[in-house]
């Protein structure tokens, strides 16, 4: 049997790992590509039937005509789903990467819980009726349960087990509170059911416009966070010798979950499933390196997210499926079928 000297294995490593490179790269290039076909079809294909002419006509001889305004509709509704689909799959990956949780979800530390309790608080209590004054106390909301999971899970001295617990808890008390509220006020009940189920069908450019800067932030923080992220999945003493600034990365990875999962809620409401599966199902070909599972998180997220809506928009003719119930029809039997190939990985 002949061995290879170590001379022979470097070489054959330094061949192999361009290789790889090159391989992923092209990867994420046919997914920009699958991505501008994705977002092709969310502006073509809607509840109303309109010709490729009436699109084209929308998209760049704008006249004012029905046709026109549905796709300047559809326009702005491809356009919100492209950032909240990339935040969400850029916020599930941070998680998953913080918690050392490969089916973490960003409704694991209770975002998603703060947001939608504040958004009830808002229509119950002070009567905001428009999506416009959703998104600030949605905002809020996220912001404050993340300060709180941060805080009550140990503040510097947090570790994964401890922020998942703090969540968890945290989403139990909120979701409790949401029900109370919206089963003794009828007017809440009615104004909130749309927007729990997860819609894009209510974004428009004022929602673009508001959310905007903390998606473009969060998105730069979180792909900053990559090499950080990479040394804490090697163990915290690991990390330590290679330099890297625990409680930082910690700190910073749950601002930028916050700040992504608190916007894309806010301007849709809770969409789950998108951050769970899509950084999972990238890990698998990409490996653990999150300078890869972020960007590629970042493209596929949003294929999966206006796919739904898509099929949303044509399962229902002339009316619409909510994309939150799509994510959450796929979601599910994924979710079995990750979960039962996790458990046959550890047998």
């Avoid at 022979?8 to 046919?30: D, H, I, K, M, Y």
């Avoid at 092709?40 to 490729?52: C, F």
């Avoid at 119950?124 to 404050?144: K, R």
């Avoid at 990365?249 to 608190?262: D, I, K, Q």
Wanted: proline share 4%; glycine share 10%; with cysteine.
């Amino acid at each position: 049997m002949l061995v290879e000297s170590p001379v022979e294995q470097r070489a054959e490593t330094a061949s192999v790992l361009p290789r790889r490179r090159a391989v992923r790269a092209f990867g994420l290039l046919l997914s920009v590509v699958l991505l501008v076909c994705v977002a092709g079809a969310s502006i073509a294909i809607g509840a109303k039937d309109l010709s490729l002419g009436q699109v084209w006509h929308g998209l760049f001889e704008d006249s004012g005509t029905y046709g026109d305004t549905v796709v300047a509709d559809r326009l702005s509704r491809t356009l919100l789903g492209l950032l909240v689909g990339a935040a969400l799959g850029l916020a599930g990956a941070v998680l998953q990467a913080l918690t050392r949780n490969p089916l973490a979800d960003p409704g694991l530390l209770g975002i998603n819980a703060g947001a939608s309790a504040a958004v009830v608080t808002a229509i119950t209590f002070f009567g905001v009726t428009s999506l416009s004054g959703y998104v600030w106390f949605a905002f809020c909301g996220a912001a404050a349960v993340g300060a709180l999971v941060w805080f009550l899970g140990g503040s510097r001295a947090a570790t994964p087990v401890r922020l998942a617990l703090a969540g968890t808890a945290i989403s139990a008390a909120l979701y409790g509170y949401l029900q109370a509220i919206m089963i003794l006020d009828d007017a809440a009940l009615g104004k909130m059911r749309f927007w729990t189920v997860g819609s894009l069908a209510a974004g428009d450019t004022s929602t673009i416009v508001q959310v905007l800067p903390f998606l473009l932030a969060g998105s730069a923080l979180a792909l900053l966070l990559a090499r950080p992220l990479n040394a804490m999945a090697m163990g915290d003493d690991t990390a330590k010798a290679l330099g890297a600034n625990l409680n930082r990365t910690r700190a910073l990875s749950m601002l930028t979950a916050t700040v992504l999962c608190g916007a894309a809620t806010a301007a849709c409401g809770p969409i789950i499933f998108v951050g769970l599966m899509v950084p999972h199902v990238v890990r698998s070909f990409t490996g653990p390196d999150q300078r890869w599972i972020l960007p590629y998180a970042a493209v596929l997220s949003p294929v999966l997210l206006l796919g739904a809506d898509v099929i949303g928009r044509i399962v229902a003719r002339p009316a619409e499926l909510q994309v939150g119930i799509v994510t959450a029809i796929i979601g599910g039997p994924v979710f079995i079928l990750l979960v039962r190939r996790r458990r046959t990985a550890q047998l």
